[in-house]
């Protein structure tokens, strides 16, 4: 077998994460590993096993790479992006694809216009259950969407003592908690529900209004605390909390909920759609299950068995029922079939995987509903 060579640039929390997930398919070889510099490349690289090691600019240089996944801070996925797609190779790049409508709007078209394969790891939409929901709606078995209420939150950022790059707007953009776990919820709710968001009404709250940032490097979700002297105060101003009201484009209401500062919450995303017929909720810390509401009859939970979800389904499922999956089978469930897409060098014209046209739609209404909470009045998608 020809395996696909592959070089991950940026070797924070996600982009082991990325390594592991690609290490898990057998057409894959993760051959490359890039970093800030040529030193901590290599340190990086020989503490995870990959045999090469380089900048940037190097790693573009070398022909036998044909997939570059981005998996650095957000402010340099454009450029990483860019340079990645005009160097020709195929390009996976973390959310969000770009710091602003502009940046994004002139990556879609570059990735149109060489042809090559284009991704947005916008890994959640591969629970199983979550692509269970968007095939029993497409089927018809929920019928009309009467209401869509979610929810991502975390407790990552519960302290002042909590820092990370992310609260810094130069490197993450002008929002944080929507911008970060927002959009995963706004991608996974217009892919489950097939809706489109026409008006966002958006509040934001930011609760530490000053945070202590770590004068010494802390690995994200580490929960190290330092010594008082071990701190420097910095104002914060982006949102430690966000509620968003929605409105769809088939007339109906919804609403979200994103936090990460709410205790004891770790990683939980909550959605529940309310349609004519049936309620779906689901958890993503309970991801095995999808609860199934009935009005006339008794509810039901539907467990992630590919003997029981719908035959569309059974491609993101490797074991079988009661062999539980979760959040790092996501990832490799999306680059098994972004590395389908590879293999056949081009973008296919109807990706089942999101791209960088997702991206472009997740930064736009992130953007409105900073305009939103700007204005704290309801603004256009």
């Not at 302290?159 to 790059?165: G, H, K, L, Q, S």
């Not at 190290?224 to 701190?231: A, F, I, R, S």
Request: charged share 25%.
């Amino acid at each position: 077998m020809n395996k696909i060579k592959v070089g991950v640039v940026g070797t924070g929390f996600i982009g082991p994460a990325h390594i592991e997930a690609l290490r898990r398919l057998p057409n894959v070889e993760v051959a490359a590993l890039c970093e800030v510099t040529a030193e901590l490349a290599q340190q990086k690289a020989d503490s995870l096993g990959i045999p090469r090691a380089y900048t940037f600019e190097e790693l573009l240089k070398q022909d036998d790479i044909q997939a570059i996944h981005i998996c650095t801070p957000n402010f340099l996925h454009y450029s990483q992006s860019k340079a990645a797609l005009l160097a020709g190779k195929h390009v996976i790049c973390e959310k969000p694809l770009a710091k602003d409508l502009a940046e994004a709007e002139e990556l879609v078209a570059l990735a149109a216009e060489t042809g090559l394969v284009n991704a947005v790891h916008f890994n959640l939409r591969y629970y199983p259950l979550a692509r269970q929901m968007k095939s029993m709606r497409e089927n018809g078995e929920l019928g009309e969407i009467y209401s869509f209420i979610g929810s991502y939150l975390q407790d990552w950022l519960f302290y002042e003592t909590d820092y990370n790059w992310r609260l810094e707007p130069d490197k993450s953009g002008d929002s944080r908690a929507i911008a970060d776990i927002g959009s995963h919820l706004m991608d996974i709710l217009e892919y489950i529900t097939g809706l489109k968001t026409t008006e966002v009404l958006a509040d934001f709250n930011t609760v530490h209004k000053t945070r202590k940032k770590p004068l010494k490097p802390v690995e994200t979700y580490s929960g190290k605390m330092l010594q008082p002297e071990d701190y420097a105060d910095v104002p914060i101003t982006t949102e430690d909390h966000a509620n968003v009201l929605l409105r769809f484009d088939n007339g109906s209401k919804g609403v979200i909920t994103v936090s990460q500062v709410s205790a004891g919450r770790k990683n939980r995303m909550s959605l529940e759609i309310a349609g004519s017929k049936k309620t779906f909720s689901w958890c993503s810390e309970s991801p095995n299950e999808m609860w199934i509401g009935n009005r006339d009859k008794s509810n039901e939970i539907l467990m992630r068995d590919p003997s029981l979800v719908n035959p569309d389904v059974r491609s993101t499922i490797t074991f079988p029922g009661g062999h539980n999956e979760g959040f790092p089978d996501t990832s490799k469930q999306m680059f098994k079939e972004v590395y389908a897409a590879i293999a056949e060098g081009k973008q296919p014209e109807n990706p089942t995987f999101p791209t960088f046209a997702d991206g472009y739609r997740e930064l736009l209404i992130c953007e409105r509903i900073l305009e939103s909470n700007k204005k704290q009045a309801w603004v256009e998608v």
